[in-house]
């Protein structure tokens, strides 16, 4: 969760789908999330695995628009917003901590 003033959901760019269930990943509507969002310009923002990187526990309900090229690229690379954002648009100084 994040910390007051913090929430993505603030830009009106994110959006919480389903219930709040960790569960929700192993549904069918979880899945086809996980698998298509991004060719609606979508990207699962907190995915499993990546905690250390993104600074938030799992979420597979959190989705955050970015449009359909970027959210494509992510996706294809299998990285989080952060690790794109450090890699290509970021600073380089912070590289080395991704």
């Known amino acids: ?3 007051a003033g913090h929430s993505e959901h ?3 760019l994110a959006v919480d789908i389903n219930d709040l269930e960790q569960t929700f990943a192993d549904t069918p509507e979880g899945e086809w ?4 969002s991004w060719e609606f310009g979508y990207i699962l923002r ?3 695995g990546k905690e250390k990187i993104t600074g938030y526990d ?3 309900w959190h ?7 970027l959210a494509e690229n992510i996706y294809w690379m299998g990285i989080t ?3 794109y954002y450090v890699r290509f648009l ?3 100084l912070l590289q080395d901590e991704i």
């Not at 999330?33 to 298509?36: A, F, G």
């Not at 989705?63 to 090229?69: A, I, N, S, T, V």
């Open 1 to 3: 969760s994040a910390r």
């Open 10 to 12: 603030q830009t009106g």
């Open 63 to 69: 989705f955050r628009y970015l449009g359909p090229e």
């Open 90 to 92: 970021g600073d380089p």
């Open 58 to 60: 799992y979420e597979p």
């Open 46 to 48: 907190y995915p499993k």
């Open 81 to 83: 917003y952060d690790e």
């Open 33 to 36: 999330l996980r698998n298509r």
